[in-house]
């Protein structure tokens, strides 16, 4: 059964600046969860590690190097069982700390982005699994 689903596993990436953490509302242009709040996140390719991936989506699409993050917490890995899109998901997440100001700097992926506390997030449209993962690693 689970040989036959495709596997997709990927990075989540929350940041944390002071009090609130940054959300980007994905675009219609991405492949999956299109105008769902979600941290920054993307697949792992060529077997890379979860860390490496996390810190090249923050370049790419936020343009944050990793001299200004500090990686606070690294959280265990979450599977789930998509039956709607038939993938079994294993999301790797973490949580970075910026370490100075920096102004977002968006790509294609998202449509827009938004600064807010912890129960403003809670109440964002997210992806399946996002806020039990967010409310884990906070």
Known sequence: YYNLKMRREVVLCFIKKKEEYL??????KVEFFQHLWSPVGG?????EEPLDRAIT???????????NIKIITKISVFEQDDKISNIYWIRHAFLAEV????IVKIDWEHESYLWCTTLDALRLEMPPQTKEIFKKII
Request: no cysteine.
């Open 23 to 28: 959300f980007l509302k994905r675009s219609g």
């Open 43 to 47: 697949r792992l390719e060529n077997n």
């Open 57 to 67: 989506e923050l370049k790419e699409e936020l343009g944050l190097d990793k001299k």
């Open 99 to 102: 370490l100075d100001d920096f």
